[in-house]
């Protein structure tokens, strides 16, 4: 079994759900006593989020490719990132660290086309929402076509991942409000909601939408896992 290099995420809610789903497929599949063989790094999330606001995204990518460095040092076969938006700097931190990085993007975009739909919704901080890095990875990777909600829902949205998630805060009138903003996404031809943010599947659950949600934390353990496991 690989050695997973676990980069903690936009909040420790995430990457908490990160570490128990990595350990609980893993036991599902080899049986027994197993669990993964994992390292964490776990960052000061305020931190990063000060470098995000501020627009410092090298000092961003320096402090998590010291991360990537660490655990390669540490015995690390390759690194999740456990967040949608720091997915801006992948290409760095992986290059820095000296690792394969397992790109988020990909594994959600791969399991879009497995359900063989071409139009979907995105949810996510409003740099995930509003930036190329991710939309164009799946538009022009992947040819599926990202709806995102208008600017004042944006802005929702990345008030609530930020305001309330990334704070352990849940509040039921969030998730009604998230609900209507994917409503609006189906009704404009979404065929699928991209959970584009590691803490929003905390908030929104499958039965919150008449359309396939896309989990991406549970989606990218998954792939995590099928890495460790690939060749013994």
């Given at each position: 079994?690989?050695?997973?290099?676990?980069?903690?995420g936009m909040s420790w809610y995430?990457?908490?759900?990160?570490?128990?789903?990595?350990?609980?497929?893993?036991?599902?599949?080899?049986?027994?006593?197993?669990?993964?063989?994992?390292?964490?790094?776990?960052?000061?999330?305020?931190?990063?989020?000060?470098?995000?606001?501020?627009?410092?995204?090298?000092?961003?990518?320096?402090?998590?490719?010291?991360?990537?460095?660490?655990?390669?040092?540490?015995?690390?076969?390759?690194?999740?990132?456990?967040?949608?938006?720091?997915?801006?700097?992948?290409?760095?931190?992986?290059?820095?660290?000296?690792?394969?990085?397992?790109?988020?993007?990909?594994?959600?975009?791969?399991?879009?086309?497995?359900?063989?739909?071409?139009?979907?919704?995105?949810?996510?901080?409003?740099?995930?929402?509003?930036?190329?890095?991710?939309?164009?990875?799946?538009?022009?990777?992947?040819?599926?076509?990202?709806?995102?909600?208008?600017?004042?829902?944006?802005?929702?949205?990345?008030?609530?991942?930020?305001?309330?998630?990334?704070?352990?805060?849940?509040?039921?009138?969030?998730?009604?409000?998230?609900?209507?903003?994917?409503?609006?996404?189906?009704g404009r031809g979404a065929q699928?909601?991209?959970?584009?943010?590691?803490?929003?599947?905390?908030?929104?659950?499958?039965?919150?939408?008449?359309?396939?949600?896309?989990?991406?934390?549970?989606?990218?353990?998954?792939?995590?896992?099928?890495?460790?496991?690939?060749?013994?």
């Amino acid at each position: 079994m690989k050695v997973i290099g676990l980069i903690g995420g936009m909040s420790w809610y995430s990457t908490a759900q990160y570490y128990r789903h990595i350990n609980e497929l893993v036991a599902q599949r080899l049986g027994g006593s197993h669990s993964a063989r994992l390292i964490l790094y776990s960052l000061d999330f305020a931190e990063v989020e000060q470098a995000q606001r501020e627009g410092r995204w090298d000092d961003a990518a320096a402090a998590l490719g010291e991360a990537g460095s660490a655990l390669k040092e540490a015995g690390a076969d390759f690194l999740v990132l456990c967040t949608n938006t720091m997915h801006k700097v992948a290409d760095i931190v992986s290059e820095r660290a000296g690792l394969p990085l397992l790109h988020i993007t990909d594994v959600v975009g791969k399991e879009i086309r497995r359900r063989g739909l071409h139009t979907v919704g995105l949810l996510g901080t409003q740099f995930t929402m509003e930036e190329p890095f991710y939309r164009a990875r799946l538009e022009e990777h992947l040819g599926i076509k990202v709806l995102v909600p208008g600017k004042g829902e944006r802005a929702t949205v990345d008030r609530i991942i930020y305001d309330e998630l990334c704070q352990g805060r849940v509040k039921t009138s969030s998730r009604h409000t998230c609900v209507k903003i994917i409503s609006g996404l189906v009704g404009r031809g979404a065929q699928g909601i991209v959970l584009g943010c590691t803490e929003l599947a905390l908030l929104i659950q499958a039965g919150d939408a008449s359309v396939p949600l896309f989990d991406t934390t549970r989606l990218h353990a998954e792939a995590a896992v099928d890495l460790a496991l690939a060749g013994g």
